[in-house]
């Protein structure tokens, strides 16, 4: 079977069971930003596991399951979980879910995720708007594809009228949204104090192990993009620290509050299309 005939199949499926229509933007929420899902009024919710060639997410702070409802007057989205280069060895492992975006017609893509900073004035529970990104991981979703779009440009990859609305949104509820450029490191080990380093050097501001991927097939298929982190913690070695997936889900947790309220506003402020 063809990856064009496995994305009509999941999109034939989704469509449905509800998920046909207008969309205004599709989130991937990440470790511990699932409870985004309970703002939606509306809310019909599809596990991954049924959907044909979606990917598990056999991840603890993941919960698997594609959402769609209304939020602040639009149409939303929501991929509660993702998967992970990590879990499978395939930086494409998001292929299928981000290509579903494209084919449901929704026109912005945003990832949002759980990261390390390594600068020690972006605190843990900060957020952060991504501007760039350094692709560490030696992997990329567009391996062994062989059409021309594989040479996509990934110069305002992180969309400059999304992060001017991200702003704004970030103004508007009185939340501080400085941006950064994330560093995507394989894990699922995290990362050596040296690495942290390297990071500094290189010009990173946070680490990772998703949404890069993500947003390399967004751009692919042509969607604007952006990505907001929610600092869980500094990274290895920053002022002693040792981070943990424990801490990493409870800080995203306790930050989550201020993350509904920006996505809220964001979406809020997001234009009719
Ligand atoms: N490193 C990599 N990924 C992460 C981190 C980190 O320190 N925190 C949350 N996700």
Excluded: C
């Excluded at 982190?229 to 800080?251: M, Y």
């Amino acid at each position: 079977m063809t990856m064009h005939q496995m994305i009509q199949e999941a999109a034939e499926f989704v469509r449905a069971r509800g998920f046909d229509g207008h969309f205004d933007a599709a989130f991937v929420l990440g470790t511990g930003l699932g409870t985004l899902v309970d703002e939606l009024s509306d809310a019909v919710s599809l596990p991954y596991a049924e959907i044909p060639h979606f990917p598990g997410s056999g991840v603890s702070g993941h919960a698997g399951k594609l959402v769609t409802g209304s939020l602040e007057g639009k149409r939303v989205l929501l991929f509660q979980g993702r998967a992970h280069y990590y879990e499978t060895g395939d930086a494409g492992a998001m292929r299928i879910p981000v290509a579903l975006v494209k084919e449901l017609g929704i026109p912005v893509f945003v990832a949002t995720n759980a990261a390390g900073s390594v600068r020690p004035d972006i605190r843990p529970g900060s957020l952060v708007a991504i501007s760039d990104h350094l692709n560490l991981s030696g992997g990329n979703p567009l391996l062994r594809d062989h059409s021309e779009g594989r040479f996509v440009s990934l110069t305002n990859a992180y969309d400059s009228d999304l992060r001017q609305i991200l702003q704004r949104a970030a103004r508007k509820s009185g939340i501080d949204l400085p941006e950064g450029v994330y560093a995507w490191l394989s894990g699922p080990s995290f990362e050596t104090p040296a690495e942290i380093r390297m990071v500094q050097i290189l010009g990173g501001d946070l680490v990772g192990m998703s949404t890069v991927p993500e947003v390399i097939l967004a751009r692919y298929h042509g969607l604007k993009a952006a990505a907001v982190s929610v600092v869980t913690n500094l990274a290895a070695g920053i002022e002693g620290a040792s981070p943990s997936h424990q801490e990493t889900k409870d800080t995203a947790a306790e930050a989550s509050e201020k993350f509904k309220r920006l996505i809220r506003s964001f979406v809020a402020e997001l234009p009719h299309v």
